[in-house]
């Protein structure tokens, strides 16, 4: 028992790291129906090997916390359980935001070609996979399903030998391994796509006494009365090797909330300040998201 509350606390404390992602359920990525019916030689251990990798990069980015969807099914009786015990009422709140949204993904075009010429010398068989893969994913909010978003990947596109030796175990396992460098570079790709369209940056601007101006409007959503936390965000640089890294350190700054919108632009009373600083090149002006708060 006492080892069980260790670990529960372990993980209560883990998640006040993921306070400032946004939390993304990651449903399965699977093949239309006519892709799966050809049945190309590497799809399944394509489909098998993408969502580690992707799942992976978009954690890296710092920027989500991203749950595999057979992580939340056969995490449902642990849930059950911690709202009924005694060490999670003792919190007297959730330390992790619900996921907000899903995402799924869908590969659309899997076109693969074979070939293969045998070595009469050593009995070798060296094959010759070209794959060429295009994606869409599709972000779809848990509480309004009508609010999605499309993001489309480039096609990706790659080729490569593979030498076969021995039994049919050793020449899968080495195909497998060249499947799964493809799948990783995908998945890279894919992450940089997705937090290139997700991110909508709501910058602060124009500071004065308690109020100030934020750079987006009701045609972005805003409403009055809404919540926004005021971040700063600085790059990481290596100590070592100097140079940026993926992630960035972010902030927190303040909390206003809004009291007018128009189009585009929309005015804030300031309800926390703790060094909000408008007075900066564009580049640098506070980052405004909505607050759960």
Known sequence: MKLFIFTILISLSANICFAQKDTIILGKIKATANIVKENPPSLNAFLEAIPIHFKHYLNQTGKFAVIDIDEVVSQSNLDLELENSEIFKTTDKELINKPKFILNCTVVEYSENESRVKNPLDG??????????????????????????????PPLNDSWDEDMFGPTSKRDFESRKKVDQFAKGAALKMSDKFVAGYEQKIYLYAKNGDQCTLLAGYQNGVQVG?????FISKSIIHP?????????QVTQIGLIEIIDTQSDVSTCKIIEDFGINTDVAPENLPIARPSNR
């Open 124 to 153: 070798s068989t060296r094959v010759n996979r070209d794959i060429f893969v295009s994606v869409t994913m599709q972000l779809i909010n848990r509480a309004n399903p009508s609010d999605q978003k499309t993001f489309e990947v």
């Open 226 to 230: 809404q919540r926004y936390d005021v």
């Open 240 to 248: 070592v090797t100097k140079k940026p890294l993926a992630g960035s």
